[in-house]
């Protein structure tokens, strides 16, 4: 059998695999609203955390290789001391 032939099955395998363990089919609406919204919520949580931190973690790390690299701060570049 081809690979293409054989992806369909393994596809299937997992899916089933999927709804063996987790079978959402079984929960109601409400149920099925509030696990939606609470993964949403979440990942909306994680999205905001990584947009948050992620802009002063990179001038941190710019900051810091220019250190290294340089051997000065990166404020005297404009004579700007502090």
């Known amino acids: 059998m081809s690979q293409v032939q ?9 899916y089933t695999m999927y709804y063996f363990h987790f079978p959402f ?20 949580l994680v999205a ?7 802009p002063s973690s990179i001038m941190f790390a710019i900051s810091r290789a220019y250190y290294y690299v340089f051997g000065m701060d990166i404020s005297t570049i404009n004579g700007y001391a502090k």
């Open 25 to 44: 089919v079984m929960l109601t609406t409400t149920e099925t609203m509030l696990l939606h919204t609470f993964v949403l919520m979440f990942a909306l």
């Open 6 to 14: 054989q992806k369909p099955k393994s596809f299937g395998r997992l």
């Open 48 to 54: 905001y955390g990584i947009y948050a931190y992620l």
